[in-house]
């Protein structure tokens, strides 16, 4: 089968190429992707090339198809499997796939499988891991989105807290504890607040901090702390820390100086961590959880309180075949909403070059449609497009009426009425 899809072929060489896919074997299924969302994770592989650990070293022959965050439908399913999928089936995967001890992922190590991709070949330890996981729901997107929220979905299970005198760990977040998401106004940072704000175990008060101006009243927009509080019972302070003279001091008192229970930092710059580290209260668990390209990052955290105040730090990457579970359950509950991460969509042309520009392009997730042909485009700038383009109109009339959200009905437009 002749398929597209935007491989690797060397650091920072991204190509949008056109090549036959094998026949499948009886343990392997072959999919059509309809969509990938671009994840901070595949700009680094991009830029590190052979040098990142999921990278097989000999991509210059065999170069790897990018993108890990996929949805779409089973097209053919190999004999070993047809008891479990079908064709027709619509799917989603777990990229973490920890096999056999190796760091090996779809997205990063594999010649015929990855998610800018028009078609690809699911291999088998995707099933034998227990990886390949049936969608039930309508929209492609919410299932491609439920990769990085099973990620924000395993940093809040992978939080811990102790007892004075008793060596065990209660596992998962302070239940009605404070709540820091620092650098917390980007699409991961939005969305660890809908699932802090939705899930089962929650906090009674998160604060979301951040210095993009633009990003916070975006923030505050979707989620109006007002408004929060009456619905949920949360106290949400939507707060930018350029604007302090004390960052710590006072993000230390919306607490009443007692520190947060739990703080996830989403940004790798040492000033950040730092900041986490110093407004963590007693037996406070931080989670670094932004990933540096630099494998010599580190940064100055207060040792003395990890020591006598019980603090911890630990970091996470990636979430298990549990969380990703987790979040299309919820999404499908309609008990969050992934859409808050998205502010730009495009088609698989798009997706090499987004990719590799992507800390210079503002705004949220970048969502790529891999059987159409269309440019990077803002949600909030379809209507600009609408004077050569009559379908961005429409596009934009349906974005509109959602709060400005990608939604289920925006992709059934944008698949019917583009090629």
């Not at 499948?24 to 991009?46: F, G, H, P, Q």
Request: proline share 5%; charged share 20%; with cysteine.
């Amino acid at each position: 089968m002749l398929a597209k899809a935007v491989r690797i072929h060397g650091a920072g060489d991204l190509r949008l190429d056109e090549f036959e896919l094998p026949e499948i074997r009886a343990d392997e299924i072959l999919v059509k992707v309809v969509s990938d969302s671009i994840c901070m994770s595949t700009y680094k592989c991009a830029k590190l090339g052979v040098e990142h650990k999921r990278v097989h070293k000999n991509i210059a022959s065999h170069p790897a198809i990018m993108g890990h965050e996929l949805a779409g439908d089973i097209v053919r399913v190999g004999s070993e499997h047809a008891a479990r999928f079908r064709p027709g089936m619509k799917f989603t995967i777990q990229p973490a796939l920890n096999y056999r001890n190796t760091m090996w992922s779809p997205g990063y190590s594999y010649e015929f499988c990855g998610g800018d991709a028009t078609y690809c070949i699911i291999p088998a330890e995707v099933m034998e891991c227990g990886c390949m996981l049936e969608y039930t729901g309508r929209a492609y997107f919410e299932a491609s989105l439920a990769e990085p929220m099973s990620c924000n979905i395993g940093a809040f299970h992978a939080a811990y807290h102790t007892h004075m005198g008793v060596y065990a760990h209660d596992m998962g977040i302070r239940e009605g504890g404070s709540l820091a998401i620092l650098a917390g106004a980007g699409p991961m940072g939005l969305g660890a607040l809908t699932y802090a704000l939705h899930s089962d175990r929650r906090p009674s008060m998160i604060v979301v901090a951040d210095i993009d101006r633009e990003r916070l009243d975006r923030a505050a927009s979707l989620f109006p702390p007002d408004e929060i509080a009456r619905a949920e019972g949360i106290e949400l302070h939507i707060v930018n820390t350029e604007d302090m003279a004390d960052p710590a001091r006072a993000l230390r008192g919306l607490t009443g100086d007692r520190g947060y229970d739990d703080v996830l930092c989403y940004a790798p710059v040492a000033a950040v961590a730092t900041l986490s580290s110093e407004i963590l209260g007693r037996d406070g668990c931080l989670n670094f959880f932004a990933g540096p390209t630099d494998r010599c990052f580190s940064a100055p955290v207060n040792l003395y309180d990890v020591h006598y105040n019980s603090t911890h730090v630990m970091g996470t990457t990636g979430g298990n075949t549990d969380d990703m579970i987790e979040s299309l359950a919820l999404t499908a509950a309609g008990r969050i909403d992934p859409a808050v991460m998205v502010t730009h969509i495009g088609g698989l042309d798009a997706a090499a070059d987004a990719t590799l520009r992507l800390p210079e392009i503002p705004g949220g997730k970048k969502l790529i449609y891999t059987h159409i042909e269309m440019p990077l485009t803002a949600l909030d700038e379809l209507r600009e497009h609408a004077a050569h383009d009559e379908r961005f109109s429409a596009l934009a009339d349906i974005v509109e009426g959602n709060r400005g959200l990608w939604c289920a009905k925006a992709e059934d437009y944008l698949l019917a009425n583009w090629a």
